[in-house]
């Protein structure tokens, strides 16, 4: 162990300099390669390099010989062996190897097995959501059920149920979810082309407050963005089944998400707001920017991206696979930046700290986008061999999860663009291609996955916790 360390030590000394130097040592006069035996390296390198000591080069020497003749060096050594300079090299790509497969294993982070959450859904899961107030989750299931979730051992505190007063109980269709945390409320869209805002303050129960009705097309997903240092303004972010993507400006959510006096009530008092009227300007408190990126393809998953005013959306269309919709300056006019891949992206994330987009390809690759740069994606990682469905970031960490049809789960590293972690055979089979959604809520490091009406736990050992808040 002490030989190695002090090799180690001089290695970590050299630079690519006195790389060159030790280069030229294994030159004759005439510029021929040649071998160097103990005595001659040692006299030769130790001057020459200017770093470590006699010691260190014959510790090196000893080490490029065994790495040469395939063994480790525990006997002294015959004084006629020499080495060359394919030799040494060989010996320190072995070392970088080393290195490389020891940095990796340090990082490989260390999961329980999962567990099965017991569950009250009966349909598939839509949403999983983190509320920061109180610490709990919340999810919601395509029949609209809401189960209130303990954050400590996910045990289910509360459970309602949605109502639609256009839609029957059995026809009724929610499509996704998103929290409203600077308001406290919740956003629920529907397959009737409607949003409805809860109040969740002083109660369990929901109360509706508003219902945002007239869009033309199938909502299919929202995303709320709300700006850390003003939280008066504000965006919610729809995309739906024909291609479209609007964004919901908000400029006094704190006082009022729209303006009640020209609104009218339904027969559960909630204040109806006509889509029309947003969009011809009506409401002083909120505007729409809406743009056709999309063409006819469902828009699978939207995220406003609140540093550059934009707004990214993908699909299963090849041709418009990642759509970017930029705002220009003072004005309601977008101008789209569009993305194409082989087959399709089934959804996406995005880092705020690298400003990088990860889209979940029907192709099997995960593709890693810079919003800014428009002709290729900056990184592809492989290894999934089926249509990859859910990605997710870690924001705290240059990692990113995904998910594939045939239920593998892999963690990767972005920096080094490996796989550090692959989960296979632990999901459950079913007989119907399941609705997989993942959520992770980083700071107690649990990984949330759905299948369908099941819930499945992914949390880190308290090692690998401890480590990660050092």
Not at 208 to 216: I, P, T, V
Request: glycine share 6%; with cysteine; net charge neutral.
């Amino acid at each position: 162990m002490g030989t190695r360390m002090e090799v180690m030590q001089l290695e970590s000394r050299m630079d690519t300099e006195d790389y060159r130097k030790l280069q030229g040592l294994f030159k004759d006069p005439s510029g021929a390669a040649c071998s160097l035996s103990r005595a001659e390296f040692i006299g030769l390198a130790w001057p020459s390099v200017g770093r470590g000591s006699r010691q260190q080069y014959s510790l090196l020497f000893d080490s490029v010989v065994a790495c040469q003749e395939g063994h480790r060096c525990t006997h002294p050594l015959k004084e006629d062996v020499c080495i060359t300079w394919g030799g040494l090299c060989s010996f320190l790509l072995l070392q970088l190897s080393d290195k490389i497969k020891n940095s990796r294993i340090r990082s490989i982070p260390s999961w329980k097995p999962p567990q099965e959450v017991p569950c009250p859904h009966r349909d598939p899961v839509q949403k999983v959501l983190h509320l920061q107030t109180s610490g709990q989750y919340l999810t919601v299931s395509k029949g609209g059920t809401v189960v209130l979730w303990d954050g400590e051992n996910m045990s289910p505190l509360h459970t309602q149920q949605l109502q639609n007063s256009r839609v029957a109980p059995k026809d009724l269709w929610v499509t996704d979810v998103v929290v409203l945390s600077n308001i406290n409320k919740v956003a629920v869209s529907f397959t009737s082309k409607e949003v409805y805002f809860y109040d969740m303050l002083a109660q369990r129960d929901f109360s509706c407050q508003y219902k945002l009705q007239g869009l033309k097309f199938t909502l299919w997903c929202l995303d709320y963005w709300a700006e850390p240092s003003q939280t008066d303004r504000a965006v919610l972010t729809i995309g739906d089944i024909g291609g479209q993507v609007s964004a919901l400006y908000f400029t006094s959510a704190n006082i009022s998400l729209f303006e009640r006096l020209s609104l009218r009530k339904d027969s559960d008092s909630a204040f109806v707001i006509l889509w029309d009227e947003l969009r011809r300007g009506r409401h002083r408190s909120c505007y729409t920017v809406t743009h056709q990126g999309h063409m006819s393809a469902w828009v699978r998953k939207v995220r406003y991206l609140g540093s550059m005013d934009a707004f990214a959306s993908c699909s299963s269309c090849p041709q418009s696979s990642l759509v970017i919709g930029w705002r220009e300056e003072d004005s309601r006019n977008v101008r789209l930046t569009t993305f194409a891949t082989k087959r399709g992206v089934w959804d996406m994330d995005h880092h705020c700290g690298l400003n990088l987009i990860a889209t979940a390809g029907l192709d099997h690759r995960v593709l890693l986008w810079n919003p800014c740069v428009m002709s290729e994606p900056v990184c592809l990682l492989r290894g999934h061999t089926n249509p990859i469905t859910a990605v997710c970031f870690i924001q705290s960490k240059q990692e990113l999860f995904s998910y594939s049809k045939d239920k593998v789960l892999c963690l990767w590293d972005l920096s080094r663009q490996l796989c550090l972690y692959r989960l296979t055979t632990v999901f459950p089979k079913m007989q119907e291609e399941p609705n997989t959604l993942l959520f992770l809520q980083e700071e107690q490091q649990r990984l949330l996955l759905s299948f369908n009406s099941m819930l499945f736990l992914l949390e880190a050992t308290r090692q690998e916790r401890n480590s990660s808040d050092m």
